[in-house]
């Protein structure tokens, strides 16, 4: 028995051993693999095993102690015991050590809470937000930027870009973002002028949310410039019967619960009544976050998918791909548009309308993977879910829209969907793009705004 159990803990710990092994680094320095820091704790663990194996030899059998010319026994039971013990009080310590560092462990970007609810806007980012991720360098009025004073002089000329997550991008810091790369460019070539670029765009905004966060977060502010491009958050409206929503579509967009439906969820699930105590420990955060980074990363993305595949061929996977043919929030997405435009040129504001970019496409498509893309996850019905040739066939309307309706107003349009091109140098994801996209962009924006001429040179 002894044996058995010793054979299956040096297993497990070599298994996970060779996880932490079969990881790359960011900023590899020690053979072209590892960071300094993450070799030296390999090494500990490393070194561990056999003090890990004399410990599992030690819990099998009495241990005796002479004290004073008097014997204790110490049963393997007892040892148990006593472990367990150990790691609670180890629990405890790391507990209050990674709560007085505040180190961030969760996998998402940014926490939400009470202080970012908004009535009509759902949520919304704060300078708050910085404390837990400063790459997203968040201003005092709530947009991702420089600091700004709500009164600008005359030779200050202020940007807006609206949007969803595309546009927000948080993924990367603020400091490779479109926004601050065209706040450069544009101050080399106009050093005359005080040039302002602020993000407003925000994770699951739709022209809808747009269309508000314009009127009452950015008109007061008196803006020279707004630039807008989203497609896919409005093509995701259409979807119903998941977690997000509450009833079937409706054209004003209050079927969405967006933001608000965890804490709605959470506090009023099925058993109908609400959360009222929760323990939490970061530890677990930062073990769950540890693996999910750094366990056997260098084949974790074939391994999964194989998996997936796997599992789907034995009939295991409920969840299937269907065709979807019907987006009834293409109509509210045109009246959006057409509102915004009209209300910007009322207010004598010029605006730049861009197209969705996306990286969907039929050569990357693997049916038999379940939840490739972001939005499959998120349009869940059921036991089906939209194939890739929908999500392109969805996108390509609403990006028809988006031209037509440009062109339709006399407003200057973006192709950005020609423009950036469909490959993962540009793109994290189906909609979310990279440094490498993000620089993409900034020269596509620098480009059409000297073009146009919308900054004077004084």
Request: hydrophobic letters at 40%; proline letters at 4%; charged letters at 20%.
């Amino acid at each position: 028995m002894k044996n058995v159990f010793l054979v299956i803990a040096v297993s497990v710990y070599i298994f996970l051993l060779l996880g932490f092994v079969m990881h790359t680094s960011a900023n590899p320095v020690i053979f072209g693999k590892y960071s300094l820091l993450y070799f030296f704790v390999l090494l500990i663990i490393a070194f561990c095993l056999y003090p890990f194996i004399k410990l599992i030899n030690f819990l099998f059998y009495t241990s005796k102690f002479k004290v004073e010319k008097r014997i204790f026994k110490i049963n393997p039971l007892r040892k148990i015991l006593y472990l367990f013990l150990l790691f609670l009080i180890l629990l405890f310590l790391s507990e209050i050590t990674l709560l007085i560092t505040g180190q961030k462990l969760k996998e998402e970007p940014y926490t939400l809470n009470l202080d970012n609810f908004h009535l009509f806007l759902q949520s919304t980012l704060n300078k708050e937000n910085n404390r837990e991720n400063p790459s997203l360098h968040i201003n005092s009025f709530n947009f991702r930027g420089d600091e700004i004073k709500k009164e600008k002089d005359k030779n200050t000329f202020r940007i807006f870009v609206l949007g969803g997550s595309s546009v927000l991008n948080v993924g990367v810091p603020y400091e490779k973002s479109f926004g601050k790369i065209l706040q450069e460019k544009l101050k080399k070539e106009y050093p005359n002028k005080k040039i302002e670029v602020l993000n407003a765009g925000m994770d699951g905004y739709t022209s809808e949310h747009t269309i508000i966060q314009y009127l009452f977060n950015i008109k007061d502010l008196n803006p020279d410039l707004l630039i807008t491009w989203q497609g896919i958050n409005d093509m995701y409206y259409s979807c119903s019967g998941n977690f997000f929503t509450k009833g079937m579509y409706k054209n004003d967009y209050s079927h969405q619960l967006g933001s608000v439906a965890f804490p709605i969820k959470q506090y009023f699930s099925d058993n109908k009544y609400p959360v009222s105590f929760r323990f939490h420990l970061v530890t677990f955060d930062f073990l769950r976050h540890t693996f999910a980074f750094n366990f056997y990363s260098d084949i974790n993305p074939l391994f999964n998918k194989g998996i997936a595949k796997k599992l789907t061929e034995l009939k295991l996977s409920p969840y299937h791909p269907s065709e979807m043919k019907n987006f009834p929030s293409i109509n509210s997405y045109k009246r959006n548009l057409l509102t915004l435009i009209n209300v910007a040129k009322n207010d004598n504001v010029p605006l730049i309308l861009g197209n969705q970019p996306f990286l969907y496409s039929m050569s990357l498509d693997e049916s038999k993977i379940p939840f490739q893309w972001y939005m499959q996850r998120n349009c869940l019905n059921g036991k089906n879910y939209p194939d890739t040739k929908s999500l392109i066939y969805g996108i390509s309307l609403f990006n028809k829209i988006t031209e037509d309706t440009s062109l339709l107003t006399e407003t200057t349009f973006i192709d950005f969907e020609k423009e950036l091109p469909k490959t993962n140098e540009y793109f994290f994801d189906d909609v979310h793009p990279t440094e490498r996209g993000n620089l993409k962009i900034a020269e596509i924006l620098f480009v059409t705004i000297a073009k146009e001429n919308y900054i004077k040179a004084n």
